[in-house]
């Protein structure tokens, strides 16, 4: 088990930036994938980006070249850049720090964060 906090969100103009950060609470961090979801009103949660122990990096198409995720074992902590912000990136943005292999043995999620794109 690991605690997880979201920080960062806000609102912001289409165009601009934004970074989330996740902090762990427990020493496990350097060893599970990490990874951001984001879930829009009315629609299901997707994967905006995961990482892995070792570095390696899954965005989903729709932030490819903007987003960006990164993590600092010695902080316990990943962040999550996201640039050229556009309104259909608004949703409530969530940490989850999972099992490399085995998702069902370690799935845990933080509180969320609400990050709205709008003029």
């Not at 960062?8 to 060893?31: K, W």
């Not at 979801?37 to 980006?49: C, D, F, I, N, S």
Request: hydrophobic share 35%; proline share 5%.
């Amino acid at each position: 088990q690991v605690q997880l906090v979201e920080s960062g969100g806000g609102l912001v103009q289409p165009g601009g930036s934004l970074r989330l950060s996740c902090a762990a609470s427990r020493t496990i961090f350097s060893i599970v994938v990490m990874g951001w979801y984001r879930q829009a009103p009315g629609k299901q949660r997707e994967l905006v980006a995961h990482i892995t122990p070792s570095g390696n990096t899954v965005y989903a198409d729709s932030v490819k070249g903007r987003f960006t995720i990164s993590r600092d074992n010695a902080k316990n902590t990943v962040y999550l850049q996201m640039n050229s912000l556009q309104p259909e990136d608004t949703a409530v943005y969530y940490c989850n720090a999972r099992h490399p292999v085995v998702p069902e043995r370690y799935n845990t999620w933080g509180q969320g964060t609400q990050v709205t794109v709008s003029s």
